[in-house]
């Protein structure tokens, strides 16, 4: 083709993907697809599930909301929420501070317990599932370059958080 006289129009460059998109939606694919896994399992919602296995992080200490709000990067009034729905269940403890009322540490029950090991298998089979897809090289591979993305996001939050102080 040409332009009227201007020589051949060069062919268009293809656009390059969008790498962070790409990342956003399979991240939330694999979080849509865990929570199915989980729920079926053991009637937990995603974030009960990440909750226990924090908590079950936390053993044999115990653990508190803003463990939650850390770990899992949720505000604290979500942490407080998850807390609330996994006592109504019985899945956890929930103590009084002799030294600080506002402090609660928090443990796993026996049933807490029982409801994470039936969960945990879901999460082995979806990277297994996924290992198996990609192969062993390329899952390594992948692995390795997804904590060097995470690496890099938690730099340019650290950078934002220091930029977003104020007065």
């Not at 908590?55 to 463990?67: F, I, V, Y």
């Amino acid at each position: 083709m040409s332009d009227a006289g201007n020589g051949p129009t060069p062919p268009e460059e293809p656009q390059r993907p969008s790498t962070v998109a790409e990342l956003l939606l399979a991240g939330g694919d694999l979080g849509h697809l865990l929570e199915r896994l989980v729920r079926r399992r053991s009637d937990l919602s995603l974030a009960q599930f990440n909750a226990l296995r924090v908590l079950k992080g936390r053993e044999p200490g115990t653990a508190q909301a803003s463990d939650l709000t850390r770990a899992l990067r949720v505000s604290s009034a979500y942490a407080t929420t998850l807390l609330q729905q996994l006592d109504r269940r019985g899945l956890i403890e929930r103590d009084d501070d002799a030294t600080d009322r506002r402090r609660r540490p928090v443990r796993l029950t026996a049933a807490g317990q029982t409801a994470l090991e039936e969960a945990l298998p879901a999460l082995t089979q979806l990277e297994e599932r996924l290992a198996g897809a990609l192969g062993d090289e390329h899952a390594s591979r992948l692995w390795r370059d997804l904590r060097l993305v995470r690496m890099q996001v938690a730099e340019a939050i650290a950078a934002d958080d220091l930029d977003c102080v104020g007065p």
